[in-house]
């Protein structure tokens, strides 16, 4: 379950087999000072800070139902963000583009408020019967889950601009920078963007991995973390969450 960040925490030029320090091989964007390393962490407090928040018996059975279609669910680091902000949010209407078998819509609807609906949008019905099953298993009121199948290009737009309180991503990572472009139209200002794998398997951090996921990705980490009309941060939850807040911009 934390391969991901054994391997992000051991760093090249370390005792091998230490897994005491944590470093990263390059500045996060936006640096220019001297370059003093990170504070070193050790791997049991990763995974301490990771089980933090326990999962129940419902979000288990939609992590092994996962695991049998082969569909990569949310981190329970980031489950557990997700919640937050969708608590903090007080959201009352959040978007979700890569529906899974439930577990990231399970953790957002756990965090809105009781009446609250989850727009989930996945290309694969299969997935979504499997959600509405974890959704129901977890006593969630149908009417709180709207399950659209299509592609999450397609369907966004069809969704009402300035409506939303958070939009989280996990769907096709080559679509991250068009899917930043729709959420910040279906957004209210103050409203929350968040993209799961933003580390992708340490892959981002490493500018020799050249690979079209991981450039799309970096690309948008770097567009969110320059733009002005944003409040960004990247959480090293999970496999890395990144978040932004839609800032309030007044009309000419
Ligand atoms: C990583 S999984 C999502 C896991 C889910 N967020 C969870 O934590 O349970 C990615 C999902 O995105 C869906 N997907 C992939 N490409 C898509 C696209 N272009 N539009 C909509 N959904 C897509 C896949 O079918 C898959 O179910």
């Given at each position: 379950?934390?391969?991901?960040r054994?391997t992000?925490?051991?760093p ?10 944590a470093?990263?091989r ?9 370059w003093?390393?990170?504070?070193p ?10 089980e933090f ?8 059975a939609?992590?092994a139902?996962?695991?049998e279609v ?5 981190k329970?680091?980031v489950?557990?963000a ?12 959040v ?14 609807l ?17 997935h979504?019967?499997?959600?509405r ?5 977890a006593?969630?009121?149908?009417q709180?889950?709207?399950t ?9 737009p ?15 990572k080559h ?10 139209r ?9 993209f799961d794998?933003a580390?992708?398997?340490d892959r981002?951090a490493?500018?020799a ?18 733009s002005e009309?944003l409040v ?5 939850v999970?496999?890395?969450l990144l ?10």
């Open positions: 379950m934390f391969n991901d054994r992000r925490i051991v090249a030029g370390s005792p091998v087999g230490s897994g005491m320090v470093a990263r390059v500045p996060p964007v936006g640096h220019h000072g001297a003093e390393g990170v504070i962490i050790a791997a049991t407090s990763w995974t301490y800070a990771e928040i326990a999962e129940d018996d419902v979000l288990a939609a992590r139902s996962a695991e082969g569909v990569v669910p949310v329970t680091g489950g557990a997700l919640r937050f902000l969708a608590s903090v949010l007080d959201a009352r209407a978007v979700e583009v890569g529906t899974g078998t439930g577990v990231s819509g399970l953790w957002l756990r965090g809105m408020r009781p009446d609250g609906v989850l727009t989930t949008i996945d290309i694969e019905a299969e979504q019967r499997l959600a099953q974890t959704f129901n298993d006593g969630i009121p149908t709180r889950a709207r659209i199948p299509g592609s999450a290009l397609e369907v966004m069809r969704l009402t601009d300035g409506h939303y309180d958070l939009v989280f991503c996990d769907g096709d679509e991250y920078g068009a899917y930043l472009d729709a959420a910040l279906l957004l209210r200002p103050g409203g929350v963007v968040a794998n580390l992708w398997h981002v490493d500018p991995q050249r690979d079209a996921e991981t450039v799309a990705i970096r690309d948008l980490g770097k567009r969110i973390a320059e009309a960004p941060a990247l959480l090293p999970g496999d890395g978040v932004a807040k839609k800032l309030w911009v007044p009309e000419d």
